[in-house]
């Protein structure tokens, strides 16, 4: 056993480093910075319009440092701004997004994670060409989907509505939520599934007592990803919403466009962060989660 490990390099010891992989390290951490910035210098030009006077941006630059800093952008932006001709801010909006895309979140990611239960562990017929046909949907490009769900939402009288798109989220986003808890569900041992089927458990018992128990990495996963996605999603919300209950992405545009003949950058880059703020904080909460999540289900 002394010969044994002897022989064994000792991994935690720290070596010097040699000039060249020096050098590599700086390149590295080079390149990692610039990227780091050219991706954050939008984010950070919006930050700081957000506090500058609009006078000072429209005579200065829309880059630059603020001379003199203000916080009535923020409040501004979330109750009073004019919007689709109605004053109120991106207020009513926010709520909108909110009372949408909660359920569709929560929705499609159980719709999903009982379609890979029953796609891998309960052996349903044509379980293969069911996931096929399920997984198209993931590469079908939004723009083919638009009339289809037209004349489906004006056939349930969901047209124009916060409930239609709801639904539209759902459906589309039950194949990318498919996809993950398929993959991650594949993994798990049959023996547990065996087992409880032999005490006599059924298709949801077993969900409810085996899959969901080991499936917080996985869901965690699908709810940051639904989540973020059906909030900063544009297309369906122009689409399929009213002017009166529209999502906040859509109201942004509404903002820029104001008929006051000035462009209004300040409160405009305050409302994009206010739009911001929600899938930062989801993903803040959960993010090492779904870095984890996505590793075990890629590894096992």
Request: proline share 6%.
């Amino acid at each position: 056993m002394t010969l044994v490990s002897e022989n064994i390099p000792d991994l935690d010891r720290k070596r010097p480093l040699g000039a060249k992989k020096i050098l590599g390290r700086i390149a590295l951490y080079s390149t990692l910075l610039v990227l780091a910035a050219f991706v954050l210098m939008p984010l950070a030009v919006i930050a700081l319009n957000s506090l500058r006077f609009n006078e000072d941006i429209l005579r200065e630059s829309f880059i630059g440092w603020p001379s003199r800093l203000t916080f009535e952008n923020w409040s501004v932006a979330w109750g009073e701004a004019c919007i689709n001709a109605s004053c109120t801010g991106v207020k009513p909006y926010f709520v909108a997004s909110m009372l949408m895309v909660v359920p569709a979140t929560l929705i499609s990611t159980a719709v999903g994670l009982i379609n890979g239960f029953a796609l891998t562990k309960w052996k349903m017929p044509f379980a293969g060409l069911v996931f096929v046909a399920i997984t198209i949907g993931v590469f079908l490009p939004p723009q083919v989907v638009l009339l289809p769900w037209a004349i489906t939402l004006a056939w349930l009288g969901l047209s124009k509505s916060l409930a239609g798109l709801a639904l539209v989220h759902i459906i589309q986003g039950t194949c990318f939520t498919t996809l993950f808890c398929r993959n991650y569900l594949i993994n798990l041992p049959d023996d547990l599934i065996k087992a409880a089927r032999i005490d006599g458990a059924g298709f949801f018992r077993t969900f409810w007592k085996i899959v969901v128990p080991l499936s917080p990495p996985i869901i965690i996963v699908t709810i940051i990803w639904q989540f973020t996605f059906i909030w900063n999603e544009f297309l369906f919300a122009v689409t399929f919403s009213s002017s009166d209950y529209r999502p906040i992405t859509a109201a942004l545009m509404s903002l820029n466009a104001d008929d006051t003949g000035v462009s209004e950058y300040g409160f405009g880059s305050a409302a994009v962060l206010i739009a911001a703020i929600p899938p930062l904080v989801i993903y803040f909460l959960g993010g090492r989660y779904f870095v984890r999540g996505l590793t075990q289900g890629a590894v096992k």
